[in-house]
């Protein structure tokens, strides 16, 4: 079964408008969660280290205020996109980092600006 | 910066042959990981390496820490096995962050 659940799978949001995706952590407790985007035809790139309880960590040329991402508890992460706009449809993928630094992640989430 | 480099890029085979996927990557790690992607867009953490050679299955994968350098291989290959593999790293150093840094990964097609 499913260690780490990811929803919604599939969005479409209109321009302008913010879609909340959520990684939830099934198994164990997870004090990090990793959020990844990937365009089509390209490598997966690490967006932002989501940390429990306190504030995220993103990579270089993430807006902070524009994905927002919020861990309020041991097994879930959130990541919104705020106003959202056409170069913001990708897939998105979260990863938890399980015992013996497994990696579990996500079914996913393909987003589509319109 | 640490680079990943996987190849082929893209790999066409016939069922039952031996397939050989490479990686190569520039800067320390403490691990490499093999993923699968498959086209709906789910991963699966197909292996962890730090040292050594893993086998699973009709899967092994090998890694020189030397040479930076590792290699998935697949035996007695299937159309099942048709998927996107992916090179990723764990570096010694985060920086902060403790994510992955990904090859660009082979998309493999096995024909009956």
Known sequence: GAVVSQHPSRVICKSGTSVKIECRSLDFQATTMFWYRQFPKQSLMLMATSNEGSKATYEQGVEKDKFLINHASLTLSTLTVTSAHPEDSSFYICSVRGFGNTIYFGEGSWLTVV | ?112
């Not at chain 2, 050679?53 to 350098?69: D, P, S």
């Not at chain 2, 764990?90 to 082979?106: H, R």
């Open chain 2, 1 to 112: 910066k640490n680079e990943v480099e996987q190849s082929p890029q893209n790999l066409t085979a016939q069922e039952g042959e031996f397939i050989t996927i490479n990686c190569s990557y520039s800067v320390g790690i403490s691990a490499l990981h093999w993923l699968q992607q498959h086209p709906g867009g789910g991963i699966v953490s197909l292996f962890m390496l730090s040292s050594g050679k893993k086998k699973h299955g009709r899967l092994i994968a090998t890694i020189n820490i030397q040479e930076k350098h590792s290699s998935l291989h697949i035996t007695a290959s299937h159309p099942r096995d048709s998927a996107v593999y992916i090179c990723a790293v764990s570096l010694i150093s985060g920086g902060g962050a403790d994510g992955l840094t990904f090859g660009k990964g082979t998309h493999l097609i096995i024909q009956p």
